[in-house]
């Protein structure tokens, strides 16, 4: 069977449409709620996604991030909330378009520009996943374990804040990835004697202790957000408006595609990025922050865009570009679908199947806009308080459930306290979530690759490939921290100068 | 910065206890050229590598004129003390609430702990305590023990109500 036979076959004759409708709608639903990230709404469903056919549990995760890229900007438009930070620029213009009385159209916009956005980059998807595939026949153990360094150099480097930190931030993942008993030689590791550490720690009681746990504990001490107006109705754009948005959507969606595809970019950025672009390129760049219809369309293409071509990196080399592709990331090992070059040619089933579902995503988001917009404006207008409570309750019940252990929820705490000291001591999390994700892969590969050079290291130096990737390595941690210094040396220059010139005259005079 | 200095100098004792703790490992007769101990000694050494990058960057930063560059922004972006503190101890009560919540399920069973967990996160998130909040507490319960029991069959459990499964006939809730 091809490709689009496959896709055919998993949409038709398997329960995938319910489950991308099923993803799209807790998406909406989670993506809806401030505070409530993309990433934390997917984390929720990884213990309930146990047992279930793996593609029908990616579709489910894949669709989740989907939906809550268009949710996140209901709260945006509506009380100036972004439910993700993808929809922090969706409020400069969104909530205008609120206060103007322009609601419903401001909504639409923001749907319609995601479908669109959405769809473009799904195509995008189908097209280059086979080509990068191809290069899977040149990847060997060193070659693998060099990537897997690589993305992880990657991700430290580009995540905000110090490299340094972004480092070290992997290296404590892949310390918490080799508690356990070792699968290759029976030795127990860091489980001082801990029969419940036997097993290692599961990467999904980490994903929602640092995403959701640690997200909770921040937001014990913040106030309650504003109420949403109850009665609402979406009005899609015109054709005159839609000739209007045209070169905004596609602005977004071009940027979407690159950023989606660039490791530690992510759909925040992406709709930072747009919105700028969009403003400079607009006709009427003076409306822009004052309810420009441009400054909802680009964001929201380009942030639905990022939730397609985030894929790519994602499925064939194993490195996601933000936390949510992260979530995923642990999604597919967890259901023993290992991510990389040969992913595509080991199950095809697997990789067609899936992009057969998330058309359906994009195509239901149309209609589940419309649907759950009273529901998620419900849920935005009940006390914070209870939100709070049926996230931990949620939360914890899912984790219990997995193993029936209490000791899960144990460490999902305790991950979560972790979560919250890195956050506040400015550790970014998300090298740690890749690292942990991806520990496994990395130290079965070195430890194949120093077994197939008979204890001599310098193999990942004689395979071209495996050398490439690791002096790329090299080159971005150099690149990073000279980068860094620079920065800190013109910003001392600056406060340098601006000290010099604002000294008072009398200070000569005496 | 002293912030980063102390945490680049708890990294660096955690990088050494790893690293002790690594190479107390028993040998294995399945072992290869690369012993379980190889990889996590290499995560010890970037770890160490990198903590010891971090003392530097701080030393070198604090050494140079206060509230300038990097220093500046943190600064800027840093939460009075007093209001950190208190958002440290709202967490610290939040994290308390859910221990024993994870106390109370063994004991009272799983419904009864959920009701109990929403009623507390409520008081403690300053809702009223009134008959809405006892309401939706014990709706949570039951909604939750329906949604996780009943529905998806996961066997949570029923803490005091145990002896109640040897009954000669069935309970909903045993």
Redesign the interface.
Known sequence: MDGLQIALHTVFATPAVFYAFAGVAWGIVGGALPGLSGSITMALLLP?TYGMDPTMAIILLASTYVGAEYGGSIPAILIRTPGTSAAVTTVLDGYEMHRQGRSGEALGISLMAGVVGGLIGMILVVSLTGPLSRIALYFTAPAYFALGVFGLSLIATLSEG?P??G??SA?IG??IS?VGI?S????Q??TFGSVELLGGIDPILVLIGMFAMSE???Q??EPPWEKAQASMRIKLPSLAMWKRLTPATLIGTFIGIFDGCTPGGGATLASFLSYNEAKRWSKHPEEFGKGSPEGIAAPEAANNTVAATALIPTLTFGIPSSGSTAVLLGGLILHGIEPGPALLVKDPLFVYGLFGGLFVANLSQLVLGFVMLPPCIWLVNR????L???I???V??GV??IN?D?FD??IM?AT??LG?VLRI???PILPLILALVLGNIV?RN??RS??LG??DYSIFLHDPLSAILLGLTVVFLVLSIVFSLR???R??AA??ASSTIGEPINSSQT | ML??ML?GAV?LALSIG?YL??DA????I???????????K??AI??GF??L??IV?SLL?MR??P????E???MEDRQPAAELW??HG??L???LI??G??LA??IVG?GIA?AL??F???L????PLSVTSVG?SIL?GVL?WLF?VVM?G???PSGMWNPLAHLPFTLPFA
């Not at chain 1, 006390?383 to 209870?386: I, L």
């Not at chain 2, 490992?25 to 294995?28: E, H, N, V």
């Open positions: 309930l110090s340094i930190k480092f070290l290296l892949l310390a080799t070792d290759l030689s029976g030795v590791r860091f909770l504990f921040f014990t001490s006390p914070k308080a209870f709070m409570a049926f931990i309750a949620l914890s019940s219990y459930s029936q209490i929820i144990v705490v979560g306290v919250y001591l400015r550790f130290e070195f430890r120093v077994d008979y204890g920065r800190r040396q910003k001392r406060a340098a | 912030v980063n945490s990294l790893y703790v690594a490992m028993p040998s294995s399945l072992d290869t050229t690369v012993t379980s101990a190889a990889f996590p290499l995560i970037a770890g990198f903590s990058l971090l960057q930063t140079a004129l509230a300038i560059g990097d500046a922004e943190e208190c958002q709202r967490a009560g939040l994290i859910i221990a919540f994870v399920i063994e799983y959920v967990l929403v507390t996160v409520s403690y998130q300053r809702y939706v949570s939750f996780f998806l996961v066997h949570m």
